[in-house]
């Protein structure tokens, strides 16, 4: 890695622009499929309740399949769905031809058991990639369908540093949905991998150590400037909602979005960054686009 050093501001990492160009390739396979093979990738997702952040990221999920030419259907449960219900909802969508990628908003409400869920969705259609067996083909090194978030996270490194190979990387959470997958990502990128979580100890200096950081741990702002290695490329996947700095515009009760790295800091000593918002949240939705087509792919066994 090149080392643009400290005294200047860090390039940021357009999430947009590398979305526009996995959605357009996605859009363009989608195309050839059709064309090809009489192949439409087909997307269901399923909300159940009325989250407003989960409305907002279905919808999104929805537009955006329909845009790239795939088939798309959305099941809004209401908040009241049984446990059973949902089960028969996503046995329905396994035994669909017509669905290739089955998606579960998370978190769903409290009275329902996810751990139910992933354990009956199909692996195949799995394009959010929590289920034990693509975890488990993801810590093999075995291709399987991997969580969207981490992909897309991968992405952004690859564009903007170029080869991985042999970097120092710390990932700062340990989720299944986000840090464990990540980290193992850049472990098959042959990066030496550190995870760190709520009990690391000196995690400033564990941060230091970093040519690659990524922060995956839902704290507004957490990671200052003298925590991150002059150079580092900096993956900020946080999405934290927090009053704005303006007094007046707080008083109103406005919030804004910020990252788990504070921002302003940290541009002034990494290499690159990745901003929140319009970093890492863009390539999520793109990311499921491309794990559903791959998904339509393996299914009805096209290359
Ligand atoms: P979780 O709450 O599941 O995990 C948070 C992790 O951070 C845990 O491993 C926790 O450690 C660790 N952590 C918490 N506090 C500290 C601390 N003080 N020091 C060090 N580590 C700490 O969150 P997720 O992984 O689901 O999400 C992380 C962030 O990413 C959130 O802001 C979320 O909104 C965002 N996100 C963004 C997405 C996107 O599309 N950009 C998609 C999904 C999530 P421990 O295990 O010890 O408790």
């Given at each position: 890695?090149?080392?643009?050093?400290?005294?200047?501001?860090?390039?940021?990492?357009?999430?947009?622009?590398?979305?526009?160009?996995?959605?357009?390739?996605?859009?363009?396979?989608?195309?050839?499929?059709?064309?090809?093979?009489?192949?439409?990738?087909?997307?269901?997702?399923?909300?159940?309740?009325?989250?407003?952040?989960?409305?907002?990221y279905?919808?999104?999920?929805?537009?955006?399949?329909?845009?790239?030419?795939?088939?798309?259907?959305?099941?809004?449960?209401?908040?009241?769905?049984?446990?059973?219900?949902?089960?028969?909802?996503?046995?329905?969508?396994?035994?669909?031809?017509?669905?290739?990628g089955?998606?579960?908003?998370?978190?769903?409400?409290?009275?329902?058991?996810?751990?139910?869920?992933?354990?009956?969705?199909?692996p195949?259609?799995?394009?959010?990639?929590?289920?034990?067996?693509?975890?488990?083909?993801?810590?093999?090194?075995l291709?399987?369908?991997?969580?969207?978030?981490?992909?897309?996270?991968?992405?952004?490194?690859?564009?903007?540093?170029?080869?991985?190979?042999?970097?120092?990387?710390?990932?700062?959470?340990?989720?299944?949905?986000v840090?464990?997958?990540?980290?193992?990502?850049?472990?098959?990128?042959?990066?030496?991998?550190?995870?760190?979580?709520?009990?690391?100890?000196?995690?400033?200096?564990?941060?230091?150590?970093?040519?690659?950081?990524?922060?995956?741990?839902?704290?507004?702002?957490?990671?200052?400037?003298?925590?991150?290695?002059?150079g580092?490329?900096?993956?900020?996947?946080?999405?934290?909602?927090?009053?704005?700095?303006?007094?007046?515009?707080?008083?109103?009760?406005?919030?804004?979005?910020?990252?788990?790295?504070?921002?302003?800091?940290?541009?002034?000593?990494?290499?690159?960054?990745?901003?929140?918002?319009?970093?890492?949240?863009?390539?999520?939705?793109?990311?499921?686009?491309?794990?559903t087509?791959?998904?339509?792919?393996?299914?009805?066994?096209?290359?």
């Open positions: 890695m090149s080392d643009p050093g400290a005294a200047a501001a860090a390039q940021i990492i357009d999430g947009k622009v590398y979305a526009e160009g996995v959605r357009a390739e996605v859009a363009a396979e989608v195309t050839r499929l059709k064309s090809e093979h009489g192949l439409q990738p087909g997307l269901a997702v399923v909300l159940v309740g009325d989250d407003p952040a989960s409305q907002i279905v919808r999104s999920k929805g537009e955006q399949s329909l845009a790239a030419g795939m088939h798309s259907v959305t099941h809004r449960l209401p908040e009241a769905t049984t446990q059973d219900e949902l089960l028969r909802l996503v046995a329905e969508l396994n035994a669909d031809p017509a669905i290739h089955i998606l579960v908003q998370l978190p769903l409400p409290k009275h329902l058991d996810e751990k139910q869920v992933l354990a009956i969705l199909d195949e259609k799995d394009v959010d990639g929590l289920t034990m067996v693509n975890a488990g083909r993801l810590a093999s090194g291709p399987g369908l991997y969580p969207c978030t981490p992909l897309g996270s991968m992405i952004l490194l690859r564009e903007a540093v170029g080869e991985l190979a042999g970097k120092r990387a710390v990932v700062v959470g340990r989720s299944m949905l840090g464990r997958p990540i980290a193992q990502l850049l472990l098959q990128a042959d990066c030496t991998v550190t995870i760190a979580h709520s009990r690391t100890g000196d995690l400033p200096a564990v941060c230091r150590e970093a040519e690659i950081l990524v922060a995956a741990v839902g704290r507004p702002r957490m990671i200052r400037g003298d925590w991150i290695r002059p580092a490329a900096v993956i900020d996947v946080g999405i934290n909602r927090v009053p704005f700095d303006d007094p007046e515009k707080a008083a109103q009760g406005k919030t804004k979005v910020v990252g788990d790295v504070h921002f302003k800091e940290a541009r002034e000593v990494a290499g690159w960054i990745t901003p929140v918002p319009g970093g890492v949240g863009l390539m999520t939705v793109a990311v499921l686009l491309q794990n087509v791959t998904a339509a792919k393996r299914i009805a066994g096209v290359s």
